[in-house]
């Protein structure tokens, strides 16, 4: 017996050792993903108007279109979930409050973390679909500037995403990856689209807005880095034939499909794309109702980015 527990102990020393070794390499891992640097990467300086117009198209990105407000709260000012030991879920104030973003945040800041995912400091960023808004034309960047230069400053601390020690072995896993890592940084943005109840607007809108859950052929599944409570993205391909322009508009206002069941407007922002206009609605809808049919995938950006086969 005496030989038996001796034994035991010794495994079970050396199962404690192998786990030590491994949260090691966990930390060590991760920290330096964490603070990976992307000084290559820089930031486009954008003219920016600051007519009535120019701060209405940006209000209108924000609360809408580009679903800023989605994330960082309706008032700007950001949004923190404890969500712990993955995480503790942390979006920015971006006002220029006290707290938010500092006096001499420029153009090419905000061009560098909406179009690159990358913050002034250059480290990259988790939280940012930039693999999609660098499609943004660089006259709705300088709106949502000029729109934040106006918003009403909120005065609130923006406290870091923080990762738990579930998240930090998801990290050095492969399973969270920094979005400077699945962005295209070569992708040259149009200067400016027009809004026009055109499909070709629609798929401006649609780059903009929906590729990002719907992946980019829009045939939907498990979100890319999403909560995994959520439901997989729908396939736009397949399940848009099943409405018409009406009840698509009156989709995005309510969130209520023509069959009578409602989305889960947490993981469909509904809050966001209620504020559509009828020109908006029209022209997405021209272009999604004309999309060739896709088979339900994955709803991922990693074979974009060539990390994935």
Request: hydrophobic share 40%.
């Amino acid at each position: 017996m005496k030989v038996l527990l001796k034994w035991l102990g010794i495994i079970l020393a050396g199962v404690i050792v192998l786990l030590l070794i491994f949260a090691g390499y966990v930390y060590f891992k991760s920290a330096s993903m964490l603070s990976k640097t992307y000084t290559h990467i820089q930031g486009k300086n954008i003219y920016v108007p600051n007519d009535s117009a120019t701060v209405a198209r940006g209000e209108h990105l924000v609360h809408c279109i580009a679903g800023c407000a989605g994330c960082h709260n309706p008032d700007l000012g950001g949004y923190s979930q404890d969500m712990m030991p993955f995480m503790m879920f942390n979006t920015s104030n971006i006002t220029f409050g006290k707290g938010g973003l500092p006096a001499d945040y420029t153009i090419e800041d905000l061009d560098l973390i909406v179009r690159h995912a990358v913050k002034r400091d250059k480290t990259g960023v988790f939280i940012m679909p930039s693999y999609h808004y660098n499609r943004m034309a660089d006259k709705d960047v300088a709106a949502i500037y000029a729109y934040l230069k106006t918003a009403t400053k909120v005065d609130k601390e923006s406290p870091a995403l923080e990762l738990g020690p579930i998240g930090r072995m998801v990290l050095s896993q492969g399973g969270l990856i920094a979005l400077p890592e699945v962005t295209d940084h070569s992708y040259k943005p149009p200067l400016e689209v027009a809004p026009s109840a055109t499909p070709q607007y629609g798929k401006y809108l649609a780059e903009v807005a929906c590729i990002g859950c719907h992946g980019p052929k829009y045939s939907g599944g498990p979100l890319f880095q999403g909560d995994p409570s959520w439901p997989p993205a729908s396939n736009l391909s397949t399940t848009l034939k099943k409405y018409t322009q009406e009840s698509f508009q009156a989709f995005l206002l309510t969130g209520i499909r023509p069959d009578g069941t409602i989305v889960d407007t947490v993981a469909m922002p509904i809050r966001d794309l209620k504020h559509a206009d009828s020109l908006e609605v029209s022209a997405l809808w021209q272009y999604l109702s004309a999309l060739p049919r896709e088979e339900t995938g994955k709803a991922t950006w990693l074979k974009e980015a060539g990390i994935e086969e």
